[in-house]
């Protein structure tokens, strides 16, 4: 076999384009020499060369024939200078052909390792795929999920809208309804009251407005309509300026001024109130009062314009103050009312709560003395007058029992309803060796405390310098 027909083609003095011949393109083998099929090497110029056949049990992929054009184009390097490719050299011996089919180790790892490339790209493939419908199909589970969601709560507003509007009336209302809300009297009472005169639907409707507003209705009687919402009866039954009939006892308030506006608001005649008051109370009044309301009447709201009768309302102000008094842990007979009387003195003498406890404390210690209290609201009160009125022969006067500058001791009663600031500084009253003490400034009412006479002197030399009115 001549030159021209071995694996190359050319012999090296060929000046036909194959300038070198081929190399491998990892620089394997020098050039005119490529790797022989089945692990040897051909030259271009040795067909006797050796070539070892494929080892007994290769794989079958090691065993399948070449694909020429896949090794050249894995293996060769065209370097002509001319751009006109080569002719692929001829092969004319079955021998040599036989070897090329056989490949060699180094060309079945590197074909293995391309099919693992290839099988790991299709599995990624798959992987990829499978990520894609997973989440398309996770998005469609969320939307739907989103959607019925969205359809049931609408659902639900709708079954709640429909609901609120089976239990309430849609209001404003018509006509007119007169409504008294009666001291002490619960929601669910006043709920039910509400339905019967056909004010509201449903007393729930109501009852859960006031529940979810923190509403408090107050006693009193209000001007309602037929048909009203639940929502704006609760409004006006929890604005106590809407109330009508409703009495207001201040606390330092006296019999005398309850009374009088008891009667106006509730049309009763004041005549009527004066003669239970004045016959001393019987069945109404406690025995410790000793037949005197004054001190007895508990300071609060209360309806008086649906109360039947005088006794009726003074029976309710008298039966508050002694739930109060039971409350405060004030003790009952003698003791409750000398409690009374010292409160209704501090909360008279002074205009701020602070101070109440030393003004019973300067009661306490004259009295431990055997000084006369020389308080002037209780010569007031004894005349029926404001302490603001009286003069000086007002305070030297010997008739008046409550005339605590000339009379020994406490006065026969209270002098006012004191409230529970006042209740609590005479049960507890701070301790200290004051004697006296002026309201120094009429206006802040600001008030100091002295242990002696001379102290006070000075303190009431203030208080007359600081006040114009001052007597």
Do not use: C
């Amino acid at each position: 076999m001549s030159d021209s027909s071995t694996p190359g083609g050319a012999t090296g003095s060929d000046d036909s384009g194959w300038r070198g011949g081929f190399r491998e393109s990892s620089g394997d083998a020098p050039t005119g020499r490529f790797p022989a099929v089945g692990g040897g090497t051909v030259a271009s110029g040795d067909e006797s060369a050796p070539t070892p056949s494929a080892p007994d049990g290769q794989a079958t992929d090691d065993e399948a024939p070449v694909d020429l054009g896949e090794f050249f184009d894995s293996h060769a390097e065209w370097t002509a200078d001319d751009s006109v490719p080569p002719t692929p050299p001829a092969i004319h011996d079955d021998a040599h052909r036989e070897q090329l089919r056989t490949p060699s180790p180094a060309i079945g790892s590197r074909r293995s390792e391309r099919m693992r490339q290839r099988r790991h790209r299709r599995r990624r493939g798959r992987v990829i795929v499978i990520v894609v419908v997973a989440a398309v199909i996770l998005s469609l589970l969320v939307i739907g999920v989103h959607a019925g969601y969205r359809t049931l709560s609408q659902w639900r507003v709708g079954m709640a809208s429909s609901t609120s509007t089976s239990l309430d009336y849609p209001g404003p209302g018509t006509g007119s309804v007169e409504f008294t809300v009666a001291t002490g009297e619960g929601v669910s009472s006043v709920a039910e009251r509400l339905v019967k005169a056909s004010v509201v639907k449903t007393a729930d409707a109501f009852s859960s407005v006031v529940a979810a507003n923190g509403s408090t209705l107050y006693p009193g009687t209000y001007e309602l309509k037929r048909h009203m919402s639940a929502s704006d009866a609760v409004a006006i039954l929890s604005d106590q300026s809407k109330a009508q009939g409703v009495l207001q006892v201040k606390s330092g308030e006296r019999v005398s001024e309850v009374i009088a506006e008891a009667a106006k608001l509730s049309g009763i005649a004041q005549k009527e109130f004066t003669s239970i008051v004045d016959s001393g109370g019987s069945g109404i009044l406690p025995s410790e009062a000793n037949g005197k309301f004054e001190g007895w009447l508990e300071p609060g709201s209360y309806d008086v314009k649906s109360a039947k009768s005088a006794s009726a309302i003074l029976s309710s102000m008298v039966k508050a103050r002694i739930t109060k008094l039971d409350s405060l842990g004030v003790p009952t007979g003698s003791q409750r009312e000398k409690i009374l009387i010292m409160a209704s003195i501090a909360e008279s003498e002074v205009n701020s709560d602070q101070y109440y406890g030393k003004v019973v404390r300067v009661i306490l210690n004259r009295l431990d003395k055997g000084m006369n209290l020389g308080m002037d609201t209780t010569v007031a009160y004894g005349l029926g007058i404001k302490a603001s009125q009286l003069t000086d022969a007002m305070l030297a006067d010997t008739g008046n029992a409550y005339n605590t500058r000339v009379h020994a001791g406490l006065p026969p009663g209270p002098i006012s309803n004191p409230g529970d600031e006042a209740l609590q500084a005479a049960l507890s009253p701070p301790s200290g060796d004051w004697l006296y003490f002026v309201t120094t400034n009429l206006t802040t009412g600001e008030t100091k405390f002295a242990t002696t006479e001379d102290e006070f002197w000075k303190i009431r030399e203030e208080y007359k310098n600081s006040n114009s009115d001052a007597n």
